[in-house]
């Protein structure tokens, strides 16, 4: 079984940092991307940022410049430093991995429970 636990949500006010981390529990093999999804009440779930295992990065164009994702592949962590953050960036923020489970190539998607991020005055 794997699972991900987050950490790091909170109250921020406009133009304050938060740092999301999340890290994966579990027999596992390797894992793929690592990502950061949010989902604000009435919308869908949104991609934010995701990091390859080789590093590759790719963000959605309201964060570029203001969150930087990174990774420690051997720690199976993955952080999201939010910095210059919006009302806009108010949502419940879920932890992403694409887990390969053995070397015959078995893998889940696997994901967070959620941490909420709130940016107001």
């Known amino acids: 079984q794997v699972t991900l636990v987050e950490s790091g949500g909170g109250l921020v006010q406009p133009g304050g940092s938060l740092r999301l981390s999340c890290s994966v529990y579990?027999?596992?093999?390797?894992?793929?991307?690592m990502g950061w999804y949010r989902q604000a009440p009435g919308n869908e779930r949104e991609l934010v940022a995701a990091v390859t295992s080789g590093g590759m990065t790719n963000y959605t164009d309201s964060v570029k410049g203001r969150f930087v994702i990174s990774r420690d592949n051997a720690k199976r962590t993955v952080t999201l430093q939010m910095n210059s953050l919006k009302p806009e960036d108010t949502a419940v923020y879920y932890c992403n991995a694409e887990v390969r489970l053995n070397s015959a190539g078995d893998g889940v998607d696997a994901w967070g429970r959620g941490t909420l991020v709130t940016v107001s005055s």
């Open positions: 579990g027999s596992i093999f390797s894992i793929y991307a």
